[in-house]
């Protein structure tokens, strides 16, 4: 898959420096919110949400399911890799998630959660409320461990990731009558700030000063979302991707009114957004053969609970998709991503 130059020098440069230093740029990658984060703490809840099954993971490391929605790593696996990490954050209610493997970082992230934790608790997902809680028992272990000043320099120079918003739009508000007759989706957008802004402040004042946060992806050109919002259509629905970059504006309006509202905060709206459309509406420019179809699904019914050892028109070389079911980009659209991150993010590591 080939990046831009300019991605493509960053990522040399990065890696450069991880090689020389022989050791992480950062201390610590914590990582929270939804199903394109979560690496498997959904299987330790009790819900349908997961992805603990095969043809999930078939083309990771291990070739097993791990909990990842998708066929290998997801955008914030290649960041660990590219950050210098030799290991990816496990998930924080997993049994890798003790000891000295907390040190450098873990992942709170859990299907179906969003910023309004009425969408977590429809699906029986952690919340954000709760990944936060989570979050502070996590930094007691990580004191215990190793003293409080060298964990505060730990929590003050790790890089925090949060990717939320789309469950809270495709799994609830579009689906809900109640909450899409009370509410525009730019009143909607709204709501989910104020949840945002109190889940920064909140980390803030826990210590932390680099947190990434992704935008909303282009969510009209999900497989799913247009065959469930796309009325018979095989194009992307309009509304919907108004919807979602309403929303992106919003997030970034409010996250620089973080910046000049609390010293020393390194706060960078990551843009999801274009370079997903990109990938969408010319596959064939950046490596990619279908946009449309999901790899694990049938092309009529993209839901991931519908991709299992069984489904239909699973297909058998998932580096050409830009999606692997529904709603999750594949492994190769994950690694386009994740050097987009990598490039908006340079403000965070230095």
């Known amino acids: ?138 930094q007691n272990k990580v004191v215990d461990l190793v003293g409080r000043a060298r964990a505060n320099d730990i929590f003050s120079g790790a890089i925090h990731l949060l990717s939320a918003g789309s469950s809270d739009f495709v799994q609830n508000y579009y689906i809900n009558p109640i909450l899409n007759r009370l509410y525009s989706p730019e009143r909607f957008s709204e709501i989910l700030m104020t949840s945002y802004s109190a889940f920064i402040q909140n980390l803030y004042g826990l210590g932390m000063r680099r947190i990434g946060v992704t935008s909303l992806p282009p969510i009209g050109c999900l497989p799913a979302a247009i065959t469930l919002f796309g009325a018979g259509s095989n194009q992307c629905v309009g509304r919907l991707n108004r919807d979602a970059m309403s929303f992106n504006y919003i997030l970034n309006s409010t996250s620089q009114s973080l910046v000049d509202k609390l010293p020393g905060l390194k706060l960078v709206v990551f843009d999801i957004y274009h370079p997903l459309l990109d990938m969408i509406t010319r596959p064939s420019e950046t490596g990619f053969f279908e946009a449309r179809r999901a790899c694990c699904g049938t092309g009529t019914l993209e839901t991931s609970l519908l991709c299992n050892a069984r489904s239909l028109g699973t297909c058998s070389n998932a580096t050409q998709y830009v999606f692997w079911d529904g709603f999750h980009p594949s492994e190769a659209a994950n690694q386009v991503l994740a050097g987009n991150l990598l490039a908006q993010g340079v403000g965070l590591i230095s």
């Open 1 to 138: 898959m080939e990046l831009s130059t300019r991605i493509l020098s960053c990522l040399l440069l990065v890696l450069g420096f991880s090689v020389a230093n022989g050791e992480p740029l950062v201390p610590a990658l914590i990582i929270f919110g939804d199903s394109v984060v979560d690496v498997g703490n959904n299987n330790h809840l009790t819900t349908l949400i997961r992805a603990n099954f095969l043809p999930y993971g078939r083309d990771f490391v291990t070739h097993r399911p791990t909990g990842r929605f998708c066929n290998g790593k997801l955008a914030t696996d290649f960041t660990a890799e590219f950050l210098g990490f030799t290991s990816y954050p496990p998930a924080y209610l997993s049994q890798e998630a003790k000891g000295q493997n907390l040190l450098t970082g873990v992942n709170f992230a859990s299907a179906a959660s969003g910023y309004y934790d009425r969408t977590a608790q429809l699906y029986g997902a952690l919340t954000l409320t709760r990944q936060l809680n989570y979050y502070k028992e996590y």
